[in-house]
C-alpha cells in the first residue's frame, strides 16, 4: 500500500463524509489505512462468518 493510495481514498472518504454531513471518530486518513489493510488481508474470500468462527455449516433438513 502506497501513502499516495491512502491519501486518495483520505480524498474520496472526505468528500462523501461532507456530502453526507456526518462525522467519525476516525480522520479519514486513518479510516482509508485501516479499509485499505483490511482488503490486503490474506484471509480467503471463500470463507464466510462461520468459517472464521469456527461454527459448523448448517445441514439441510
Known amino acids: 500500500m502506497t501513502r499516495e493510495l491512502a491519501l486518495f481514498v483520505a480524498d474520496v472518504l472526505r468528500a462523501e463524509r461532507r456530502r453526507?454531513?456526518?462525522?467519525?471518530a476516525?480522520?479519514?486518513?486513518?479510516?482509508?489505512?485501516?479499509?485499505?489493510?483490511?482488503?490486503?488481508?490474506?484471509?480467503?474470500?471463500?470463507?464466510?462468518?462461520?468459517?472464521?468462527?469456527a461454527v459448523p455449516p448448517a445441514t439441510p433438513t
Do not use: Y
Not at 453526507?20 to 467519525?24: D, E, I, M
Not at 476516525?26 to 470463507?47: E, H, I, K, N, Y
Open 20 to 24: 453526507r454531513g456526518t462525522r467519525r
Open 26 to 53: 476516525l480522520t479519514p486518513f486513518r479510516q482509508a489505512v485501516l479499509v485499505l489493510r483490511w482488503f490486503r488481508d490474506a484471509t480467503p474470500r471463500t470463507c464466510t462468518r462461520s468459517c472464521s468462527n
